[in-house]
C-alpha cells in the first residue's frame, strides 16, 4: 500500500537526516522508480521528498543553533549546505530571520516535525470510477523529457507552456487531422521510468488506430513527432471535472489517499494518460487513466 511505503520513506529519511541523500536515495530505500516515488509522496504529503529534507533540516539547524555553540558555518555543512551564505538565505526563506539572530535569546523560529501518515476515512465522500481493460496501444506524440521535481509543483508550468508552445507553433491541429471527425480527442501521456533516472517523458498526442491516416505517420516523424507504444494494462478510470485543470491534481490526491487505500489496488509503471475528448460532456477537463493491479492477497492456511 502507498500510504505504508511513504511511511516508511519518512522513517528513512528521519534516520539519514544529517547524510547527502536526496528523494533518489529515499526512493531506492523504498523500491519505487525516482519518478512513481516522487509523485507518489508529493500527493500524499503534500510535498516533495526533497522540501521535507530541506524543512526537517533547517528545523533542527535552528534548534542547534540556540541550544547550543556551534557556528553557522559548522551548522551550514553539518546540514547539508555547500556554502554558509546559501545556508543563510535559505535558513532566512524558513524561518525569517538569519541564522546569527536564531543564536539569540527571544528569537521567533519555524518548528516543523516529522511527519506522520495516516489514513482517515470520512464519511460522505464520493469518488467515481469505472475499471478498463486496453491491449497495446500505439500513439502520435510530440514528446519532451521533464525532470522529475516539477511534479506537483503548483509554481512550475512546464507541462501547460509546453502545450502552449506546441498549439502556437501549430504543431497540434495537423496531428489530429489525421483522425477522422468526432474522434480528434487529444492525449496526455506519461512515461514509466526506470529505476535511477531523473526525468519522465510527457507526449502530446493522438491515437492510432483504424481511424487515424496512417499514410502519413513516416512524414510525421520525420518533422519530430514520436510513435509512442503501450502494453496491455488494466486502468482506473476517473472524470475530472471544474473550470480549469486544477481538477486534475486534485484527482491525483485522492486516487492516492482515497482510491488505492481502500480498493487493494497499486499503481503500476505503465503509461498513465489523460485524455482530452473532442465532443466531451460540460464541465469534463478530462479523463485520467491510470494503470493498475490488484496487490496479491496473503493466503491464510
Known amino acids: 500500500m502507498s500510504i505504508e511505503l511513504i511511511q516508511q520513506a ?27 516515488f516522487h509523485r507518489t509522496f508529493s500527493f500524499i504529503a503534500g510535498m516533495t521528498a526533497n522540501e521535507y529534507l530541506r524543512k526537517r533540516r533547517l528545523t533542527l539547524a535552528a534548534q542547534e543553533l540556540q541550544n547550543t555553540g556551534i557556528s553557522v558555518i559548522d551548522a551550514a555543512y553539518k546540514y547539508g549546505w555547500e556554502s554558509p551564505e546559501s545556508f543563510s538565505k535559505a535558513f532566512s ?9 536564531a543564536k539569540l535569546k ?5 518548528l516543523f516535525n516529522p511527519l506522520v501518515i495516516k489514513l482517515i476515512l470520512e464519511g460522505g465522500s464520493i469518488m467515481d470510477y469505472r475499471m478498463e481493460h486496453k491491449e497495446c496501444q500505439r500513439f502520435l506524440a510530440l514528446v519532451r523529457a521533464f525532470p522529475n521535481e516539477i511534479i506537483n509543483d503548483d509554481e512550475d508550468h512546464s507541462i501547460p507552456d509546453f502545450w502552449t508552445e506546441c498549439s502556437d507553433k ?49 512524414q510525421f516523424q520525420n518533422e519530430g513527432y514520436s510513435v509512442w507504444e503501450t502494453s ?24 492516492y489517499k482515497e482510491f488505492l487505500p ?7 509503471e505503465d503509461t498513465d494518460y489523460e485524455v482530452y475528448y473532442e465532443q466531451g460532456t460540460p464541465d469534463l477537463v478530462c479523463e485520467l487513466w491510470i494503470p493498475v493491479k490488484k496487490e496479491q492477497q496473503s493466503q491464510i492456511s
Open 170 to 218: 501549430n504543431r497540434i491541429e495537423p496531428m489530429k487531422s489525421l483522425r477522422a471527425e468526432g474522434k480528434r480527442d487529444l492525449y496526455g501521456l506519461c512515461s514509466s521510468t526506470k529505476d535511477g533516472e531523473t526525468h519522465f517523458q510527457y507526449g502530446i498526442g493522438i491515437l492510432i488506430d483504424e481511424h487515424t491516416d496512417q499514410t502519413k505517420l513516416e
Open 232 to 255: 496491455p494494462a488494466d486502468y482506473a478510470v476517473f472524470s475530472c471535472f471544474g473550470p480549469d485543470g486544477e481538477c486534475i491534481g486534485e484527482t491525483w490526491s485522492k486516487f
Open 10 to 36: 519518512i522513517c528513512y529519511m528521519e534516520d539519514h537526516i544529517y547524510e547527502d541523500i536526496s528523494y533518489t536515495d529515499v526512493a531506492k530505500s523504498v523500491h519505487m522508480s525516482n519518478y512513481q
Open 93 to 101: 526563506r524558513f524561518h525569517g530571520c538569519s541564522p546569527k539572530q
Open 262 to 268: 481502500q480498493t487493494g489496488y497499486t499503481q503500476t
Open 106 to 110: 527571544g528569537a521567533t523560529l519555524h
